[in-house]
């Protein structure tokens, strides 16, 4: 206790700074998978056909700090590692998938239904009916932004902005 508030301490907030990280600017990522570049051989392709191997979270985040000595695949799941998933409880990073998805489109995802979709946020509509983020882009340019950064990880079927 410090003052009228309770501290949590496994949060490292006290109860009245619940909304400050709503308010925050974002900063930009510091790290970015680039798979014709980063794809590579780990310890995961030794083992393959062994026991369950999953795909690399880090590595998919641009950053996994074990290199070659890395227990799970560092490259982009194909067709017929998705196929090949031994079972539907868990994603291809290995993480527990509930029953169902979240409302708020985060977590892993559910084992009743599969999600092919992916939310990207904070796109802002103007006044005159276009689409522009903080920079002032367009639609088009949005649109094309997204196929520039995601068709390397697989095929895009539509874009809907909501």
Not at 106 to 123: A, M, N, P, R
Not at 125 to 130: H, S
Request: charged residues 30%; hydrophobic residues 30%.
């Amino acid at each position: 206790m410090e003052g009228n508030y309770d501290y949590n301490i496994w949060y490292d907030k006290y109860l009245t700074d619940r909304n400050a990280d709503k308010n925050e600017e974002r900063a930009l990522a510091l790290y970015k998978l680039q798979p014709e570049i980063d794809t590579g051989f780990t310890k995961a392709d030794k083992m393959e056909g062994k026991g369950a191997t999953y795909f690399c979270v880090y590595f998919a985040r641009g950053c996994c700090s074990e290199g070659t000595n890395c227990k799970f695949y560092h490259r982009v799941p194909s067709e017929t590692d998705l196929l090949t998933t031994q079972d539907n409880l868990r994603d291809i990073f290995g993480r527990t998938r509930h029953a169902t998805h979240k409302d708020n489109f985060e977590g892993v995802g559910s084992f009743s239904k599969e999600c092919d979709t992916l939310c990207i946020t904070k796109i802002k509509l103007t006044e005159k009916g276009a689409f522009h983020d903080s920079n002032g882009l367009t639609s088009k340019d949005i649109v094309r932004l997204i196929y520039e950064h995601f068709s390397p990880y697989g095929e895009i079927s539509d874009v809907h902005f909501n």
